[in-house]
């Protein structure tokens, strides 16, 4: 995967947290990865994506469609 097909939310985690950052997939529920930057997040969580996707056709799951757009409340 080269590209982000899904909206990933990035959040810093606390000192108590580990530190680093947390990115995560609201169309995929459970998906999220993390690392010491942003950028390593978002490289871990693409890598999560793949997984999530591909446990979920194994198992005969649907796989959702990526939301064209985040909306935050």
């Known amino acids: ?3 982000l097909e899904y909206p990933v939310i990035i959040t810093p985690l606390t000192a108590e947290e580990g530190g680093g ?7 995929l529920p459970g998906c999220m990865g ?5 950028e390593e997040a ?6 999560a994506i793949a997984a999530w996707i591909e446990a979920a056709k194994d198992l005969g799951r ?4 990526p939301s064209r757009h985040l909306q935050i409340a």
């Open 1 to 3: 995967m080269t590209r």
């Open 21 to 27: 950052f947390a990115a995560t997939v609201p169309d």
């Open 34 to 38: 993390d690392g010491t930057t942003p």
């Open 42 to 47: 978002i490289r871990d969580v693409q890598e």
């Open 62 to 65: 649907p796989v959702p469609p």
